[in-house]
């Protein structure tokens, strides 16, 4: 253990000394340093200790590559929600010794069978946390999870009772088995991490889509600034006004630009008064709708070629063999944009305004979208608000109300009026109810997790700009940014 331990303080001092990205060295310890040292964890039982002065080892180098605040909690490194999704030494260390238990136990051997078991009952009362108990505590899980929890399942799943269901059962296997003790290591840190309360609030959105950030766009599609900045944004430890009273670099926590008394990064990215006068967050706004109009707009475009194609294949008579059964035709997609073909998209930005047209209503209100028909007497008003993660819910509710009226009057006129809203963090988080408005105007899954992945990046160039600007009193309107 010893040895493993003076092994891994080199390799990531050499790695440290390497002149790359601090990207770049996080993922040689994801690829190469804990392959190295992945033998020893399958051979030898580390003690707790020992795993914890390696994790610590581990958490001082990739805070120092990806510049996180020394008194940010690690776990925003290796957790799935909310993180990087890097492997921790603890989890690779769980893994390779689950892995040799049950390599152990499934063995054609009797012998080797017959020492493992005499070995588990001998350390099933050592520890709370060694590895015999977390297996068999794996294995009772998965075992209720199919045997009462897989058939009581929404429909909406896809996967209750019925001949899609099977393709998702519980299965009791290595990797099924592995995975769930990775889930209950997780598990153990929420206690951790609720006991933070300012670095905790991120446990409260539950109503975000989970950001799954990919090596690839780690390294290429942030800069190492602004994946820095998102990492510590999402567990308020930026160096804000508030964070400097409180960690004594100064004391006052005053905002720079309206000298508000408590300025906050939520202060800074949405609610700052200045910052509000001068555009710089309805900047933000307006990129990020700029990228909604943009996905509409090629979703109608491939509506119509869709549905030309149909219509023309309808019209042409197929001809089938004596024995061969006639192939299904595809059907259209049913979307709300029908059948018409005088669809207009108007759009509302800081710099250039649009009027609701007379015969839908007679308002005042515009919102940020207005999508109307009138051969197909439909409308479809599309509200967008890019907050803090804390307050996406009661923004939505106070966009949904404020147009009730507008709802009404339209649908007085003869039209089919919707409205919908779509949140977008000032984080980069994009709300779950957001995708039904992708859904209505037919995206499918692909194109959605594509559209969000673009406002996610988009938010976050956004902010950080903001952001780094948050002393200058001067704005010089940097043009919409469209991915």
């Avoid at 990531?12 to 990207?23: A, E, I, N, Q, S």
């Avoid at 957790?79 to 040799?100: K, P």
């Avoid at 430890?237 to 309206?258: E, F, H, I, M, S």
Wanted: charged content about 25%; aromatic content about 8%; hydrophobic content about 35%.
């Amino acid at each position: 253990m010893k040895s493993t331990v003076r092994r891994l303080e080199q390799l990531m001092y050499k790695t440290d000394l390497v002149p790359l990205d601090g990207r770049k060295k996080a993922w040689i310890y994801h690829h190469g340093i804990l392959p190295t040292i992945s033998w020893d964890f399958m051979m030898t039982d580390f003690n707790e200790t020992t795993i914890n002065t390696m994790e610590r080892c581990v958490n001082k180098y990739l805070k120092k590559w990806l510049n996180i605040t020394k008194s940010a909690d690690p776990s925003i490194l290796y957790r799935g929600a909310f993180g990087l999704s890097i492997t921790s030494i603890r989890n690779a260390c769980l893994t390779a010794r689950t892995n040799t238990e049950i390599t152990l136990c499934t063995s054609k051997d009797p012998i080797v069978r017959l020492t493992a078991k005499r070995r588990r009952e001998k350390d099933h009362n050592a520890s709370s946390h060694n590895t015999p108990k977390r297996l068999k505590r794996a294995v009772n899980d998965l075992v209720f999870q199919s045997q009462f929890c897989q058939s009581t399942r929404t429909p909406g799943d896809r996967r209750g009772i019925g001949a899609r269901g099977t393709a998702n059962r519980v299965r009791i296997n290595k990797r099924s088995i592995i995975k769930r003790v990775k889930e209950m290591s997780d598990e153990e840190k929420i206690a951790k991490i609720l006991s933070l309360a300012s670095q905790s609030q991120w446990t409260n959105w539950d109503e975000v889509i989970h950001t799954d950030w990919k090596w690839n766009e780690m390294l290429y599609g942030l800069s190492s600034r602004m994946l820095s900045f998102w990492l510590n944004s999402v567990q308020n430890t930026l160096p804000d006004p508030v964070n400097l009273r409180r960690w004594g670099k100064q004391k006052t926590a005053q905002c720079p630009l309206c000298k508000w008394k408590n300025c906050t990064l939520q202060h800074i990215l949405c609610s700052c008064k200045v910052a509000l006068e001068q555009g710089r967050i309805s900047w933000r706004h307006d990129s990020l709708l700029t990228i909604i109009v943009k996905h509409l707009k090629e979703s109608k475009v491939k509506h119509d070629r869709d549905a030309h194609s149909c219509n023309s294949d309808s019209n042409l008579i197929q001809f089938v063999k004596k024995g061969v059964k006639p192939k299904r035709r595809k059907k259209p997609h049913t979307c709300f944009w029908g059948q018409a073909n005088d669809w207009k998209i108007l759009m509302d930005t800081r710099q250039k305004q649009y009027h609701i047209p007379p015969e839908i209503a007679s308002s005042n209100l515009r919102p940020d979208i207005c999508i109307h028909s009138t051969k197909a007497k439909k409308v479809c008003f599309i509200e967008l608000t890019s907050p803090a993660e804390e307050n996406i819910t009661s923004w939505r509710i106070k966009k949904t109300e404020k147009y009730l009226g507008l709802l009404e009057e339209a649908r007085g006129n003869g039209f089919k009026a919707y409205c919908r809203t779509i949140e977008v963090g000032a984080r980069g988080f994009v709300s779950k109810p957001s995708l039904n408005v992708f859904s209505l105007f037919g995206f499918n899954e692909r194109e959605k997790v594509n559209i969000t992945k673009n406002l996610s990046k988009t938010a976050i160039r956004c902010s950080h700009f903001i952001w780094i600007n948050r002393e200058s009193s001067s704005w010089s309107h940097p043009n919409r940014l469209i991915d």
